[in-house]
């Protein structure tokens, strides 16, 4: 089995189960996060949870065994568990130094993950993660072996923490029509026991665990939510339950960015104070929005833990990204889909309007509208991703229109065919965090000048 090397994207380690991701490098990583727990904390006790994927439960008890050894409390998720729901834990767990999550979030099935969670309750920084690389393969912690591994169910805190949240009896008085679509997701038997413990009625489908994702990808978006239905609601979390997604009662997926527009303008309405931190590819909209609320915003590189960073820095009104990664300054610093959902189905039901209103009068509110989309590059080798992102670096004109601006955050970012001071056009080229990819997102206000820009991305692409 081969080992490769083990590198970490902007949240953590995936791999191909039985390829990269094996048992020999899980107890790589595993001895090196122990190592680095000896070296930052007087803390022993370590959590661990695993999504529904094949063999995340046996690395995660593959794991727990190799912390015990270490002498480490290691209480381990008796059952699936979100993500969010173990990083919660991580913050009100005694003596906690941290958590270990076995997932690959939305990856295909044949990917499985491994990633650490400090004690404050989000990402680990690129700090620890570089830490942590830097201890593979290196001395192993010294083995103790008093260490022990207790089984626990972690979503009791985590329930009373959300109802802490979400105002259910709005969403109870109000019966909103919905359908949760479990999309064979860790979100089961957490998101439907929240709704039910509240007296919610909901409809619901795919609510068991399959590694197979039903021969899909554990993605909320459109093409993965199938189940639609007039007049109804359809919500569904990615394979960890960190990521949402929703889709109107006229059968439309609305996009995170929209969502995050209404849900910023719903949480100033009702007092929320702070900063709206967003990453570079969020749409524009959430600017206009923002500076008509008076909300300053900080914009980050790609990934929540960019995100996370800011918000333990800065009262946080809204975090999110355009992937469908959501919290708040009230939560924890991670993204949370299930709480995302229940954020949306709140806002829903205080309005007393259908979802497919408040995006209209979003709009409105914001003056304008743009349609974004993403062209995925596969890229061969370095070499070839190096002279791509250097043709697109020499770029000054884009589809006639003239760049008057770049932001290098994260990759770079081209905005043109500008209108007024509150809106613009621009392409967001980076590469992925977690394949062997570069991405070019795009933003514009017409469906034409879209398929135009598209074109122009592919052309340049051919020319190489």
């Given at each position: 089995m081969a080992t490769g090397k083990i590198k970490f994207g902007t949240d953590g380690f995936r791999g191909i189960i039985a390829d990269d991701f094996t048992f020999e490098n899980v107890k790589k990583i595993t001895n090196a996060i122990a190592e680095y727990i000896f070296e930052t904390s007087s803390d022993k006790t370590v959590l661990i949870g695993y999504d529904p994927r094949f063999m995340a439960d046996k690395f995660a008890h593959f794991s727990a065994e190799i912390l015990a050894?270490?002498?480490?409390?290691?209480?381990?998720?008796?059952?699936?568990?979100?993500?969010?729901?173990?990083?919660?834990?991580?913050?009100?767990?005694?003596?906690?130094?941290?958590?270990?999550?076995?997932?690959?979030?939305?990856?295909?099935?044949?990917?499985?993950?491994?990633?650490?969670?400090?004690?404050?309750?989000?990402?680990?920084?690129?700090?620890?993660?570089?830490?942590?690389?830097?201890?593979?393969?290196?001395?192993?912690?010294?083995?103790?072996?008093?260490?022990?591994?207790?089984?626990?169910?972690?979503?009791?805190?985590?329930?009373?923490?959300?109802?802490?949240?979400?105002d259910f009896n709005v969403i109870k008085s109000a019966a909103p029509k919905f359908i949760y679509d479990g999309?064979?997701?860790?979100?089961?038997?957490?998101?439907?026991?929240?709704?039910?413990?509240?007296?919610?009625?909901?409809?619901?489908?795919?609510?068991?665990?399959?590694?197979?994702?039903?021969?899909?990808?554990?993605?909320?978006?459109?093409?993965?939510?199938?189940?639609?239905?007039?007049?109804?609601?359809?919500?569904?979390?990615?394979?960890?339950?960190?990521?949402?997604?929703?889709?109107?009662?006229?059968?439309?997926?609305?996009?995170?960015?929209?969502?995050?527009?209404?849900?910023?303008?719903?949480?100033?309405?009702?007092?929320?104070?702070?900063?709206?931190?967003?990453?570079?590819?969020?749409?524009?909209?959430?600017?206009?929005?923002?500076?008509?609320?008076?909300?300053?915003?900080?914009?980050?590189?790609?990934?929540?833990?960019?995100?996370?960073?800011?918000?333990?820095?800065?009262?946080?009104?809204?975090?999110?990204?355009?992937?469908?990664?959501?919290?708040?300054?009230?939560?924890?610093?991670?993204?949370d889909g299930i709480f995302a959902n229940l954020l949306i189905l709140e806002a829903v039901s205080s309005s007393n309007k259908p979802l497919y209103e408040l995006k209209d009068e979003i709009l409105k509110f914001a003056g304008t509208e743009f349609l974004q989309d993403r062209v995925d590059i596969k890229l061969k080798s370095d070499e070839e991703k190096k002279a791509l992102m250097e043709q697109f670096s020499q770029v000054t004109e884009i589809c006639g229109h003239k760049i008057f601006d770049i932001l290098k955050i994260d990759g770079v970012k081209f905005f043109f065919d500008k209108k007024d001071n509150n809106s613009s056009s621009w392409i967001l080229m980076r590469e992925s965090g977690t394949e062997p990819l570069l991405r070019f997102y795009i933003e514009t206000g017409s469906k034409e000048n879209l398929e135009k820009i598209k074109e122009f991305i592919k052309n340049k692409v051919a020319t190489l």
């Open positions: 050894d270490f002498g480490f409390k290691v209480l381990l998720s008796s059952k699936v568990v979100p993500t969010p729901v173990i990083a919660y834990a991580a913050t009100v767990e005694k003596d906690c130094a941290g958590a270990v999550m076995f997932t690959a979030s939305h990856n295909p099935k044949e990917y499985l993950g491994i990633k650490f969670i400090p004690n404050y309750g989000g990402p680990a920084t690129k700090e620890m993660t570089d830490k942590i690389v830097s201890l593979i393969d290196t001395k192993n912690p010294e083995l103790k072996n008093d260490g022990s591994i207790i089984e626990k169910d972690f979503g009791e805190e985590y329930f009373k923490h959300i109802e802490s949240l979400i999309l064979y997701s860790a979100s089961i038997g957490y998101f439907d026991t929240l709704l039910k413990r509240n007296g919610i009625d909901f409809e619901s489908t795919n609510l068991h665990y399959d590694p197979d994702f039903g021969g899909g990808l554990p993605e909320p978006k459109e093409k993965y939510m199938h189940h639609k239905k007039e007049g109804f609601l359809t919500f569904a979390n990615d394979g960890d339950a960190d990521r949402y997604g929703v889709i109107d009662e006229k059968g439309e997926y609305i996009s995170p960015n929209i969502i995050m527009a209404i849900l910023l303008k719903y949480l100033s309405g009702k007092d929320f104070r702070g900063k709206m931190i967003k990453t570079v590819g969020v749409s524009q909209i959430i600017d206009i929005v923002s500076k008509k609320l008076g909300i300053e915003t900080i914009t980050t590189p790609v990934g929540f833990k960019w995100l996370s960073e800011k918000m333990r820095e800065n009262d946080t009104i809204l975090a999110g990204e355009d992937s469908g990664g959501l919290s708040t300054g009230c939560h924890i610093p991670e993204k």
